[in-house]
């Protein structure tokens, strides 16, 4: 038995059960995103495409272009109605991808356009715990100035200095302590 939630949500379509043309198309669009194409990425959306389209991952457009530090292109986007905080299938978050690869521009321009400051995945583990583990510690900066609650923990009790101490990033260690973390 279902209540009527259930039976008015459409059934996802599986891949083989779409176009293959329509699956190319949409390939496309990604590699947009992967390779910061702002100008197409427009372009696509003002003709229809969702600006929240996502791939087989759960990655959005904005994840992709996030995690490939495309700022201009997660601008557009953002400008054109995609979410800052959509998560993809593993719960992750593009502020959190970009801290990630140490993309600062991006986490700017995400955090002008209402990212959530923690971008914590389900483990609890926030973008500023990520940022300093791979001592990255201008993003912890900015993070902390953003409002990036230094001594958050996740679901295992990891600090943002815990997890810094525990990949040997001395920087950000230094950082957090001068911080009072």
Do not use: C, W
Not at 30 to 54: C, E, H, S, W, Y
Not at 130 to 139: D, E, Q, S
């Amino acid at each position: 038995m279902t209540d009527s939630a259930d039976a008015s949500t459409p059934a996802q379509p599986t891949p083989a059960s779409i176009d293959p043309q329509l699956l190319e198309l949409a390939q496309e669009v990604f590699d947009l995103a992967r390779r910061g194409d702002a100008t197409m990425l427009a372009a696509v959306i003002q003709k229809g495409v969702p600006p929240n389209l996502r791939n087989d991952k759960g990655d959005s457009l904005v994840m992709l272009a996030s995690y490939h530090g495309h700022a201009d292109a997660v601008r557009t986007l953002l400008e054109l109605g995609a979410d800052p905080n959509l998560r993809n299938d593993n719960g992750q978050t593009p502020i959190a991808g970009a801290a990630f690869k140490g993309f600062d521009a991006v986490i700017k321009t995400l955090l002008s356009n209402g990212a959530d400051v923690e971008g914590a995945s389900p483990d609890g583990r926030t973008a500023l715990m990520i940022a300093a583990m791979f001592n990255r510690t201008a993003i912890m900066e900015l993070l902390i100035a953003h409002g990036a609650n230094p001594q958050a923990r996740d679901a295992n009790g990891v600090s943002a200095a815990d997890a810094a101490g525990r990949m040997g990033a001395g920087d950000a260690q230094a950082k957090l302590k001068e911080l009072g973390a």
